[in-house]
């Protein structure tokens, strides 16, 4: 079964910054995409970043300049470095994968979702 973990979230004040890290785990054959997308209260889900393999990244406009987004180089890991926090980045941040895992002998691509961690940016 696999997996999407989680950690690094928590509460931090205004100018602050806090790193997010993910990790896939079970029989991953391939990990095309891995990228974090955020909702506040009330609000739609949006994307935050990704990261595709060779290392392409795209970021909301939001957070441009203040975010960056890394792939570990083993483990099936990503990492979201947010750096000069506002409030308005208060949100459950949830980690995305696009992979290709084994299922009975073969192997199917799919999208997971981690089950969020919260980031609360507050004086």
């Known amino acids: 079964q696999v997996q999407l973990v989680e950690s690094g979230g928590g509460l931090v004040q205004p100018g602050g910054s806090l790193r997010l890290s993910c990790a896939a785990s079970?029989?991953?054959?391939?990990?095309?995409?891995m990228g974090w997308y955020r909702q506040a209260p009330g609000k739609q889900r949006e994307l935050v970043a990704t990261?595709?393999?060779?290392?392409?990244?795209n970021y909301a406009d939001s957070v441009k300049g203040r975010f960056t987004i890394s792939r570990g180089d083993a483990g099936n890991t990503v990492f979201l470095q947010m750096n000069t926090l506002k409030s308005e980045d208060t949100a459950v941040y949830y980690c995305?994968?696009?992979?290709?895992?084994?299922?009975?002998?073969?192997?199917?691509?799919?999208?997971?979702w981690g089950q969020g961690t919260q980031v609360t940016v507050s004086s």
């Open positions: 995305y994968a696009d992979l290709r895992t084994g299922r009975a002998g073969s192997t199917q691509r799919n999208g997971y």
């Open positions: 079970g029989t991953i054959f391939t990990v095309y995409l």
């Open positions: 990261v595709i393999s060779g290392g392409r990244t």
